[in-house]
């Protein structure tokens, strides 16, 4: 049964990663009206009769949607059934469905209603916080057998500061590289790193100032990402989780630079924009996994405390 439940938890976690790339292929594409402003229907039709590619695009986007939404559900309600137990599982259960739920209907008010691109641009950013809830669900799940276990780790209070104040801040900046997007911003700096070749490469426009504020906001994470792989590097050696942990970051953090430039030096290579979605996915469930192992910390400090003082009186 934990074997079964392991293998579902892959699997829920592979879909809610194509349900990412599928949402990033729809903007991309500007397939969203694909299926017209008809919701769950494409065109008010069960098996549309008109295909286009965007159609394609659009209605395949739903229906792996609707897969994610029931393996979501079914895994959730597994998962608490059979590690509820395990402090963190019903929240993480109750985020993962409440957060997909809540990508659905923005996504279905954007088809039906229409949505600002201020609104639209938080569509990413909450599919990734349903993404993160279920890939850390199912690290909970294989740590059912002990082969992978990380709960008795010491961070002091700078590195926990790091953890924290850097997945606030990739929230951010996730938000910002949705909102060019949506705002059509993507191209308006056709030069990398500055904005273009004019005298001095400053933007000078609204869509050139969204996309060097973007820019310049990725410039900022990346460093401080870079800092905090130091920081591990030389005081975790002893934490391994911590060590590699902040190494893959930087790794995945400097691909998403990288990716980043490329979009713009391909002029919005299809391929390479989809791996810039990817890349950030992976990067942000990373870190979400750091907050997980600051809370548990924490927890770990507060049962210590306790006991330190049960002896003491």
Known sequence: ????????????????????IGGALVTKTESGAGCGDSW?????????????????????????????????????IWSWRKIGHIRETKFLAILS????????????????????????????GISLIS?????????????????????????????KFHMIGIIVYSYFVVYTGAYVRHKGASLAC?????????????????HEWIQMGHRLAA?????????????????????????????????????QVTSGAFVVISGLNLYVALAHALIISCLFGLLSYFLLLVSRNNINIEANTSSDRSITK
């Open 219 to 255: 410039g900022l994470i990346f460093i401080w990402i870079a800092y905090a792989t130091w920081r591990a590097i030389r005081y975790y050696k002893h934490e391994k989780v911590i060590y590699w942990g902040w190494i893959i970051a930087f790794i995945l953090v400097s691909m």
């Open 97 to 124: 469905i409440f957060f997909l739920v809540l990508q659905a209907l923005i996504g279905a008010a954007a088809v039906m209603w229409g949505q600002s691109d201020a609104i639209l641009a938080l569509h990413f």
């Open 1 to 20: 049964m934990q074997q079964a439940l392991k293998w579902f938890a892959v699997f829920t976690t592979i879909v809610m990663i194509v349900v990412l």
């Open 131 to 159: 993404f993160s809830s279920v890939l850390l669900l199912t690290l909970l799940i294989f740590e059912i057998d002990k082969k992978f276990d990380a709960k008795s780790l010491v961070i002091n209070k700078e590195m």
């Open 40 to 76: 769950p229907l494409c065109h008010g039709e069960l098996i549309p009769s008109n295909i286009t590619f965007e159609l394609i695009v659009e209605l395949s986007h739903r229906l792996v949607s609707g897969l994610a939404g029931f393996t979501v559900l079914i895994l959730s």
């Open 190 to 206: 056709p030069e990398w790193p500055l904005c273009s070749n004019r005298a001095g490469g400053l933007p000078t426009t609204l």
